[in-house]
C-alpha cells in the first residue's frame, strides 16, 4: 500500500533552516506529483508547496515563497523540503501528500508527518 | 478564495446525520472543491474531490453537493469514527482551506 515517510523535524532556532525529507513506497513515485502541507499546532491546514512528476512545474504558498524550496529525487523515491529563514509562525507539523492529478490538486495520500519547532 | 465553514462545532449522536458547510468568497469554478476527515492524531483523509466525487474507499454514507460559492458535505448516519474535524478545499485559483468543522458527540 501507499507509504509516506516524512523525516527531518526537530526544534531550530529563528532565522535558521532545516531540510524535511518524504520517503515514498507503495505507488509509482516518479508518476506522481507531489506537495507538502503543513498544520500548526492547534490549527487549519496550510498547502505549503507543490511540484510536478519531472520538477518542471513548482509551485509556492505566497507566505513561503523564496524562502522554502520544493525538489524531488525520482531515483530515490523521495520528496524534499529545504526550509531557510524560518520563524515561529513556521512552527508546525509538515506532511508530504500525493496529489490526485494534474486536474485535481487534491491530496490523496498523506504521511503521519513531521514536527518543525521554531523558536529561540 | 477564502473558505468560511459552518458552524464551527456540531454536537450530534451516532446515528444522526451530519450538514457542514463550507461558504467561498467568490465562485469556485468547475465545481472544484474537496473535503478532508481528520481524527485526533492522524493525518488528514481526503472524501470528496470535485464537489461530488467520493475518494477511493469512502463509504457511501458521505456525499458532496453544491456548486459556485455553497458547498456541503452531509453525512447521512453518523458512524463513532466519523467524530472528528472536517475541512474544505477549493484547488480552482490557487489552493486554500476552509477552517474546519468538529463534529463531535453530543
Known amino acids: 500500500q501507499v507509504q509516506l515517510m516524512e523525516s527531518g523535524g526537530g526544534l531550530v532556532k529563528p532565522g535558521g533552516s532545516l531540510r524535511l525529507s518524504c520517503a515514498a513506497a507503495?505507488?509509482?513515485?516518479?508518476?506522481?506529483?507531489m506537495a507538502w502541507l503543513r498544520q500548526a499546532p492547534g490549527k487549519g491546514l496550510e498547502w505549503v508547496a507543490y511540484i510536478s512528476t519531472l520538477s518542471t512545474y513548482i509551485d509556492y504558498a505566497a507566505f513561503v515563497r523564496g524562502r522554502f524550496t520544493i525538489s524531488r529525487d525520482n531515483s530515490r523515491n523521495s520528496l524534499y523540503l529545504q526550509m531557510n529563514g524560518l520563524s515561529d509562525a513556521d512552527t508546525a507539523t509538515y506532511y508530504c501528500?500525493?496529489?490526485?492529478?494534474?486536474?485535481?490538486?487534491?491530496?490523496?495520500?498523506w504521511g503521519q508527518g513531521t514536527l518543525v519547532a521554531v523558536s529561540s | 478564495i477564502v473558505l468560511t465553514q459552518s458552524p464551527g462545532t456540531l454536537s450530534l449522536s451516532p446515528g444522526e446525520r451530519a450538514t457542514l458547510s463550507c461558504r467561498a468568497s467568490?465562485?469556485?469554478?468547475?465545481?472544484?472543491l474537496a473535503w478532508y476527515q481528520q481524527r485526533p492524531g492522524q493525518a488528514p483523509r481526503l472524501l470528496i474531490y470535485?464537489?461530488?466525487n467520493r475518494a477511493t474507499g469512502i463509504p457511501d454514507r458521505f456525499s458532496g453537493s453544491g456548486s459556485g460559492t455553497d458547498f456541503t458535505l452531509t453525512i447521512s448516519r453518523l458512524e463513532p469514527e466519523d467524530f472528528a474535524v472536517y475541512y474544505c478545499q477549493q484547488y480552482s485559483d490557487s489552493l486554500t482551506f476552509g477552517g474546519g468543522t468538529q463534529v463531535d458527540i453530543k
Open positions: 507503495g505507488f509509482t513515485f516518479s508518476d506522481s506529483y
Open positions: 467568490q465562485s469556485v469554478s468547475r465545481g472544484y
Open positions: 501528500a500525493t496529489v490526485l492529478s494534474t486536474r485535481h490538486n487534491v491530496f490523496t495520500f
Open positions: 470535485a464537489a461530488t
